[in-house]
């Protein structure tokens, strides 16, 4: 079974901070994405990551890809509220099939 | 022009009945699958179909059973519903069953009293 673990769990920081999630798997993955998911929805896909060290930008969010497609990465630049959600890593694996990562809980007071 | 929409949005229900929740995408999606999201907020996938077909059955018991009646609805029916059965379900498509770029529904939250 793969497993991806998230770290740290909750993550609650004041507006203008910087942060980083971190996705961790002693697993290979064919390509991770991150997703977030607001309360009462469904995750929404934020970016697929393919390459092995592949960084990718998305206004504020930086995400990264391991050199060893085992880990990724979230940093967020000068974090707003509207940043709060829960995000979540998942790797495609040899079963093709998304295995989802424990979840970061993020909360960005203002 | 939702995308991927599920019904009910809420469903509560006691233990012993049977229930359904319906799903319908209009993306034009090969591929669709059922998830239960756990009180710790942790997903993971039940079934998988790709053009009405079952790809993916994961170790799911054999009281929840799924029906793809075409390619744009995949239903979930529960029988004898059990406490541990409480949790949000989502549906999701994605254009191939490859697993990339999946769109998530908004979740259905059941409830077993």
């Known amino acids: 079974t793969q497993l991806l673990e998230q770290s740290p769990q909750f993550l609650s920081i004041q507006e203008g901070e910087n942060l980083t999630v971190y996705c961790n798997s002693s697993?290979?993955?064919?390509?991770l994405q991150w997703y977030r998911q607001e309360p009462g929805e469904g995750p929404v896909l934020l970016v697929t990551?393919?390459?092995?060290?592949e960084v990718k930008k998305l206004k504020r969010l930086t995400f990264q890809f391991g050199d060893a497609r085992k880990d990724s990465s979230l940093h967020i630049t000068a974090a707003q509220p509207g940043d709060t959600g829960l995000y979540l890593c998942?790797?495609?694996?040899?079963?093709?099939?998304?295995?989802f990562g424990s979840g970061t809980q993020l909360t960005v007071l203002p | 022009d939702t995308a991927v929409s599920q019904t009910p949005k809420y469903l509560v229900t006691q233990m012993g009945n049977d229930k359904s929740i319906k799903c319908e995408q209009n993306?034009?999606?090969?591929?669709m699958y059922w998830y239960k999201q756990d009180s710790k907020k942790f997903l993971k996938i039940m079934f998988s179909?790709?053009?009405?077909?079952?790809?993916i059955n994961e170790t799911v018991p054999n009281r929840f059973s799924p029906k793809s009646p075409d390619k744009a609805h995949l239903n979930l029916h529960i029988n004898s519903l059990e406490l541990g059965d409480s949790a949000v379900y989502f549906c999701?498509?994605?254009?191939?069953?490859?697993?990339?770029?999946?769109?998530f529904g908004p979740g259905t939250r059941l409830t077993v009293t």
């Open positions: 179909y790709n053009n009405k077909e079952l790809i």
């Open positions: 998942a790797g495609i694996g040899s079963a093709r099939q998304l295995t």
């Open positions: 990551v393919v390459t092995g060290g």
């Open positions: 999701a498509s994605s254009p191939s069953d490859r697993g990339t770029e999946q769109y």
């Open positions: 993306l034009g999606h090969d591929t």
């Open positions: 697993s290979v993955f064919s390509s």
